[in-house]
């Protein structure tokens, strides 16, 4: 599959993501009241998902990176995940918040849920996603808060990519 800029048709616009991720931004200020929270960004995709959310966020927050990789083909889950950099901090009695932009299989969530529960006892755990694409779920793994559901197509743009393109784009877009 190829993927050129003038294929793609927009899934949801630069306005609808701006209100969207102001509005899960505002649920999580109300469940989390003030308390500090961690949030773990999965790069790279999660990034400007991440970005645009923690400034939406009012309660003390520190923010960690790390990067895993489930992708076989530029378009298919290679059913595994590869842990490629996992350190962090001492997460022992943390809020924490994942910070993902698809859950699509569910691998890499159930990963990275299974991961910190194996190495911390957090005071809470939330996945947050900006996209949910329910249809393709291997794993019973559901994200605690996401923006859109989306079904079986692969999307690009705001954070997600084609073999590394079309991360910067503002719009969620498909090819037609
Ligand atoms: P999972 O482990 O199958 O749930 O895949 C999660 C990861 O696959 C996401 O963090 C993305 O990096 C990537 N991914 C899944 N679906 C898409 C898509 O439609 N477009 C771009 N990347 C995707
Ligand atoms: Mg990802």
Redesign the pocket.
């Known amino acids: 599959m190829e993927i050129k800029l003038e294929d793609l048709k927009v899934l949801f616009s630069k306005e609808q993501i701006e209100n969207k991720v102001h509005e899960t931004a505002q649920i999580l200020n109300d469940f989390y009241k003030g308390e500090e929270v961690i949030a773990v960004c999965?790069l790279?995709?999660?990034v400007v998902f991440a970005v645009d959310l923690v400034r939406h966020l009012n309660m003390p927050l520190k923010m960690e990176f790390i990067r895993?990789?489930?992708?076989g083909s530029s378009?298919q889950?290679s059913?595994k995940?590869n842990a490629v950099d996992i350190k962090l901090p001492d997460l022992n009695g943390k809020n924490v918040l994942i910070i993902?932009?698809?859950?699509?299989?569910?691998?890499?969530?159930?990963?990275l849920i299974d991961f910190i529960n194996m190495n911390f006892h957090v005071k809470s755990l939330k996945f947050c996603?900006f996209?949910d694409?329910k249809v393709?779920?291997?794993v019973d793994?559901h994200p605690d808060y996401y923006c859109f559901e989306?079904d079986d197509?692969?999307?690009?743009g705001y954070g997600?990519?084609?073999d590394g393109n079309f991360r910067n784009l503002p719009f969620i877009g498909?090819k037609k």
């Open positions: 999965a790279k995709g999660a895993l990789s489930s992708y378009t889950s059913g995940v993902e932009d698809i859950v699509d299989t569910g691998l890499t969530a159930k990963f996603s996209l694409k393709a779920r291997k793994v989306v197509k692969f999307v690009v997600l990519d084609y498909y």
